[in-house]
């Protein structure tokens, strides 16, 4: 078992362009979600995945972003037209979906929007 | 809307001394409560999780307490270390998503 995995790393772009991260979860994990997290806060709920199916979208999603999971394994998250306000960390997690809900995270991508 | 806080925002203590951290939230229809540390930079570890029907978790130097009715957890951290310094978050989950609070900074001070 080799955890959760978040690539890439970091992520620096100009303002306007496009980004996609990737996410792997832990093998066999039905469920995926994304999380955003800005300096000297709590992360926060983007949206959740249960297998391919998209569950729910934060009102924090706004139109330019968009998550997807095909066939249910890994997940991109992609930010069209980016802006200053989209710096942050970005955290996916997974869990079994069986018995307790225990959320296991990656190590983030960290985007800097210049 | 589930609002999670943690108090204080900040502690340093010297090396040995025990950490009290506390974590309170507004609504207790709650399925579990996880603990999580940070170091800068970095994704979080899950430290404890707690269930709704149960009261305490412990593993190793760590206990964590929840007290549902009331809305509040307390981690507690036995005989610090230089290496426990980290940011520690608190997590309610209510349906599959957690509600995070901003974390409490912990510094020990060898």
């Given at each position: 078992?080799?955890g ?27 469920r ?23 569950l ?14 095909p066939?249910?394994s890994?997940?991109?998250l992609e930010?069209?037209r ?33 | ?7 204080p925002?900040?502690l340093?203590v010297?090396e040995g001394?025990n950490?009290v ?5 507004t609504?207790?229809?709650?399925y ?23 009261r ?16 509040r957890s307390?981690?507690y ?5 230089p290496?426990?310094?980290?940011t520690?978050?608190c997590?309610?989950?209510?349906d ?6 901003a ?8």
């Amino acid at each position: 078992d080799t955890g959760v995995s978040q690539d890439p790393r970091h992520k620096i772009t100009k303002r306007g362009q496009n980004v996609t991260f990737r996410c792997d979860p832990i093998s066999e994990h039905n469920r995926l979600y994304w999380y955003r997290q800005t300096l000297g806060q709590g992360p926060e709920f983007l949206t959740y995945f249960q297998n391919e199916a998209q569950l729910e979208k934060s009102r924090l999603l706004s139109d330019r972003f968009s998550a997807e999971r095909p066939k249910g394994s890994f997940s991109t998250l992609e930010i069209q037209r980016t802006e200053q306000g989209d710096s942050a960390m970005y955290l996916c997690a997974s869990s079994s979906g069986q018995g307790v809900n225990e959320q296991y995270f990656g190590p983030g991508t960290r985007l800097t929007v210049t | 809307k589930q609002e999670v806080t943690q108090i204080p925002a900040a502690l340093s203590v010297p090396e040995g001394e025990n950490l009290v951290l506390n974590c309170s939230f507004t609504d207790s229809a709650i399925y579990n409560l996880q603990w999580f540390r940070q170091d800068p930079g970095k994704g979080l570890t899950s430290l404890l999780l707690i269930q709704s029907s149960q009261r305490e978790q412990t593993s190793g130097r760590l206990n964590a307490s929840l007290d549902k009715s009331s809305g509040r957890s307390t981690l507690y951290i036995a005989a610090s270390q230089p290496g426990d310094s980290a940011t520690y978050l608190c997590a309610v989950e209510d349906d599959y998503k957690l509600s995070f609070g901003a974390g409490t900074t912990v510094t020990v001070r060898a």
